[in-house]
Structures are given as C-alpha cells and as structure tokens.
C-alpha cells in the first residue's frame, strides 16, 4: 500500500470506530469535545445577552426532546421577558426589520431552552436545522429576511457552529397572533 492509500484507509477505520463523529485526535486519544478557544457563554455576555427563563409549554408537550446527541426544540415564538410578544402579520403592519427582530428574540428564548437542558452552551456542537415560520401577509415573500434574525444571531453565538441548513416559510397565522415561530434541531458533545 502507498502512503495515500493508507491514509486514507486510516481515515475511513477511525470514522467506522467513532460512529462518523466530529473529532480530533489529541496526544493519541480520540477526543469528542470543544477547542478550549470555544465558548457561547462568553459570547453571549460580550454581546450584552440576558438569557430569560424558559418558557413553559402551554399544552401537552416538552421544550425539547434529546435523543442520543441531537436535542429537537419546540417551536418557540418572540416572546419578552414580561410575558409580551410581538404579534402581527409581517407585510401587513410590520415589517421586515420588526420580524428580524422578534426572529432574534425567539433565538434568544431558545438559547435559554437549550441552556435549561444542558447547563452548558459550551456543549453544542452544532447547529443542524432550523424552521422558521413567519406568520405572513399572503403577499409577502421575504420570509428569509426574517428569519435571517435567528440566523444571524446563531451564527454571533456559535461560530461556523451556528450555521445551519434551514427553511423559512410563510404561514397564514400562528398561535397567539405571534409574528414567527422557530424550531431546531442540535447537536451536542457528550457530557
């Protein structure tokens, strides 16, 4: 065998044996952690962010769901702290920057979910999927624009991490009147 060929046989055994997980190796052992450069924690801080308590379900079901290493997260809405919420159609009476804004604000309150689940952010790996429904005048088509406030605000928080694939679609309402309403799927180091 040439030196490629065993490489890349190297490469294709330590993916079997680590199930395809991201991981690096350090000092010979197989780690499955974060860099020590990494961490949420303190991004949110720079950026002046208050986690807020958790919103409770209003119906028979749980803010999130851990299976293995990915946690599923309940579609949450842009609720404040007081219990408000930015309600309305977006191209019928807000706009496109009041829905980006209350899209970052949903990314905050689900921050604070996944923050309840884990008592770490540090332990995301990754952001893997958002749907993002934007509650939408039936002429409206920048539903992107909107949720481009989750993204974004994803993205400051995790790094490359934070990018995600995504759909952002319009809906004729949602409960409660709120402007949008997202949900995610994540990735998460083992503890």
Request: hydrophobic share 40%; net charge positive; proline share 6%.
């Amino acid at each position: 065998m040439n030196k490629i060929t065993a490489v890349i046989s190297s490469i294709i055994l330590l993916m079997i044996l680590t199930g395809c997980k991201s991981t690096h190796v350090n000092g010979g052992q197989v780690v499955d952690a974060p860099e020590a450069s990494y961490n949420p924690e303190l991004k949110l801080k720079q950026l002046n962010i208050t986690l807020p308590t958790p919103p409770s379900p209003v119906a028979n079901y749980v803010n999130g769901v851990q299976t293995g290493n990915l946690i599923f997260l309940a579609g949450k809405g842009p609720r404040y702290a007081d219990g408000t919420e930015i309600t309305g159609k977006i191209g019928g009476g807000l706009t496109i920057k009041q829905g980006y804004e209350g899209a970052r604000l949903t990314a905050i309150n689900q921050l604070s979910v996944l923050k309840a689940m884990l008592g770490d952010l540090n332990r995301v790996k990754r952001i893997v999927k958002v749907l993002g429904m934007v509650n939408s005048d039936p002429n409206f088509i920048d539903q992107p624009k909107v949720i481009n406030g989750f993204s974004d605000l994803m993205v400051e928080v995790f790094g490359d991490r934070g990018r995600h694939a995504r759909a952002a679609i319009g809906v004729a309402s949602l409960p409660r009147g709120q402007a949008v309403e997202i949900e995610l799927v994540v990735e998460i180091y083992p503890e």
